[in-house]
């Protein structure tokens, strides 16, 4: 993580912008051998492989550009503030990482050492509430799909691979998963099984 | 709005659901002479005429149902909390409305009157200040269409029917909505203009 600033220097990517004034150096980035091209920030590497190679399936399909963006939106401001409380002291990192984020994250989130980022107790029980409540929110909206367990119902979209990278990441390093898996009918567990068992390769 | 509760119970309609254990009786209300069907709720209205009607234009394009529902909340938790704050004590309403705000609104926003949901001076100001950060967050995701002012690009959608719906009511009740108009370079006086000459007469 540490290393990506260097390596967007190495490919001359510019950093991508996150807010006003504000850079980051992401990953996937990819390089496009039949074009040259080299891209980074996922929805701008999908808007890219959707465009050029137009005879394939589109994971954005025409028209659904803003839906599928604002898709992404609603899904983090109703897990990602509650999500990143819980999970951040707690991520698998190598011992570079691990360095970048003890040095850089107490200061993003105004707490004096890496160690109080560690949310526990009653504290962690509330965000796990604020969590599965959020959630809730998201799972409510499935219900209005008559056919289907895409977020376009038969169609698989964009809209999906946001929700399964997200569960992908919390199944990996979130202590509370086993739980989640047991939310809203077993939702969660089974959107990550069906995305692992079809494109399991490609994430 | 008082009476709906008896109307709703005259064309032996159940209330519509909001939260778990609550109810409302909402408008519009539909008859359709056809089918001798009488349906409430926005969206349902939409969705029976999309099924119904099949050779019409659809509202809501196949496999669109769930990313629009997703937008019309997107748009609510944006804009809705700091908006129901300046425009409660604001809205024109007839006699008898006013009378049912008056017993109802206080208990539900936790005030001892009605007089005391007036927002004004400093407190005024900073829920105007978050009702354009909110808009500015939907400004933002429109920048992401290539063509087309709608939120499908070039084709209108039940989406933008909320996002004008919304814009209608804040013309005729929020006393800052030449100020609103003015933001993110004229977008929301447009969005309006533009339901308003295409589709005014079903508005």
New interface residues.
């Given amino acids: 993580m540490p290393d990506l600033e260097s390596l967007y220097a190495k490919l001359d990517l510019p950093a991508v912008p996150m807010h006003t004034n504000v850079t980051y150096h992401s990953v996937p980035i990819i390089t496009d051998p039949s074009t040259g091209r080299t891209i980074s920030e996922s929805l701008d590497i999908v808007r890219y492989l959707d465009e050029t190679y137009p005879s394939t399936p589109r994971l954005i399909?025409?028209?659904?550009?803003?839906?599928?963006?604002?898709?992404a939106?609603?899904f983090a401001?109703q897990t990602f503030g509650h999500l990143v409380m819980l999970i951040m002291s707690e991520c698998k990192l190598n011992e570079a990482s691990l360095g970048f984020y003890e040095k850089t994250r107490p200061a993003y989130f105004g707490v004096p050492t890496y160690a109080d980022l560690k949310l526990t107790g009653e504290a962690r029980r509330k965000e796990v509430e604020s969590l599965k409540a959020g959630l809730d929110?998201i799972a409510k909206?499935?219900e209005?799909?008559?056919k289907g367990e895409y977020?376009?119902?038969?169609?698989l979209s964009y809209?999906d691979v946001v929700v399964a990278a997200m569960l992908k990441w919390w199944s990996l390093n979130l202590p509370e998963w086993e739980e989640v898996k047991g939310w809203n009918g077993g939702r969660w567990a089974r959107a990550l099984e069906l995305m692992d068992e079809k494109y399991g390769q490609v994430l």
């Fill in positions: 399909p025409e028209g659904n550009t803003m839906l599928i963006h604002g898709f939106m609603l401001k929110g909206l499935y209005v799909n008559g977020v376009m119902g038969e169609r809209a």
